[in-house]
């Protein structure tokens, strides 16, 4: 735990600066002032890409790593800005970029990490601190950090919550009693990630799949993708509420996921559809909840196997079709991934067009737009 004056001060500031969540950070902005140089984010950016090529991550991290500790906390917000919207040219994951500079401004700036934009990258940026200050301030601040959030930001805040109290060593039958204990914090619609409760065991429980890892550090004997599945199942049968789905869902996208290679993950898929399936008829109660977390994570997995693998309209629109049927969830899921991680302005038309994702499309075109050009 911290001390209480370190806390209340911390709380003080984060308040001060929920307000300005979406302010901060000028994203029209491509150009800042380094010393006496003018500098353009978009061309650090071009002369990253040329450095690092496409989906290279760990280069692109080591980058940001270096840019934070020589420019501190705020330009380097800037900067992650730029690579959320120059996102498809890098063709690696803004948001895992922004988990990992959010660890790097802890570690060179501490709490100072936590001014700013929370928000970048779907979040990333706020998850990265929380699992870095976890080690140096304890469980009970990064709780306390959440509950002084409003807005959309509380959902972003539990899951990286999740993130942060399974490193913490929080198994999940006590997950859902730590991340439900604020009553005031409610689910914003259908959707249940989009809860505390919800959004935190799915922080847990991506955490728990991340690397295999989570799976290592109970079962050190596990070594094959089925046996790690069935593990990790187990695990998540800890939690003894509706939420398990939400575990054991997450679980099942990763095993997917996990396979890299698309003639691998395509009877996964089929797999996993099966599961939802199965799933479903079981379930006693709250078959809404269900049927929703499980097709939706199963859409968000066929985007995330399809495009990263193929990223062809065609050839995308038939696997989707194909894997979600006529669930709507699926959709949403699908859906839902592709405007937060690989939207792409050129091809937004042929989207909007297809029978399945137009409407929702069609709705949030315009908004996408002005986020690209941002």
């Not at 269900?290 to 990223?311: E, K, P, R, W």
Request: with cysteine; glycine share 8%; net charge negative.
């Amino acid at each position: 735990m911290i001390k209480a004056k370190s806390l209340a001060f911390i709380s003080l500031i984060i308040i001060l600066l929920t307000s300005f969540f979406f302010v901060v950070v000028d994203k029209n902005n491509t150009s800042e002032s380094v010393g006496k140089i003018d500098f353009s984010v978009d061309g650090f950016i071009e002369s990253s890409i040329e450095k690092c090529g496409k989906g290279n991550e760990s280069c692109y991290k080591a980058l940001l790593d270096t840019y934070v500790k020589e420019n501190g906390v705020a330009k380097s917000q800037i900067l992650l800005a730029g690579f959320e919207r120059n996102n498809n040219k890098t063709n690696s994951p803004c948001h895992d970029l922004a988990h990992g500079l959010g660890l790097s401004a802890v570690k060179y700036y501490g709490d100072e990490a936590l001014k700013g934009d929370y928000t970048i990258c779907s979040w990333g940026y706020g998850h990265g601190v929380l699992l870095a200050l976890l080690k140096s301030n304890g469980l009970d601040s990064m709780v306390n950090i959440c509950s002084t959030q409003s807005g959309d930001s509380i959902i972003g805040c539990y899951h990286g919550l999740g993130h942060a109290l399974f490193q913490g060593g929080v198994r999940g039958g006590d997950i859902v009693k730590i991340c439900g204990q604020y009553d005031t914090l409610q689910s914003k619609g259908e959707n249940p990630l989009l809860s505390n409760s919800g959004s935190c065991v799915d922080g847990w429980s991506m955490e728990l799949f991340t690397e295999y890892n989570g799976a290592r550090s109970y079962n050190r004997t596990a070594k094959h993708d089925l046996e790690i599945l069935n593990f990790e199942l187990g695990l998540c049968r800890e939690i003894l509420s509706k939420e398990q789905a939400i575990c054991e869902s997450e679980i099942y996208r990763n095993y997917v996921a996990k396979a890299e290679q698309l003639e691998i993950m395509l009877p996964r898929i089929a797999e996993f559809k099966v599961f939802c399936r199965d799933g479903l008829a079981k379930v006693k109660e709250d078959k809404v909840f269900f049927d929703y977390i499980c097709n939706y994570l199963l859409g968000a997995q066929v985007q995330m196997s399809y495009y990263s693998n193929m990223a062809d309209f065609d050839v995308v629109n038939k696997a989707l079709v194909k894997v979600c049927e006529r669930n709507d969830f699926c959709y949403a899921g699908f859906w839902d991934r592709y405007k937060n991680y690989s939207y792409n302005q050129a091809e937004i038309e042929a989207f909007c067009s297809s029978t399945y994702l137009g409407e929702r499309c069609r709705s949030e075109r315009d908004v996408l737009r002005l986020k690209q050009q941002g």
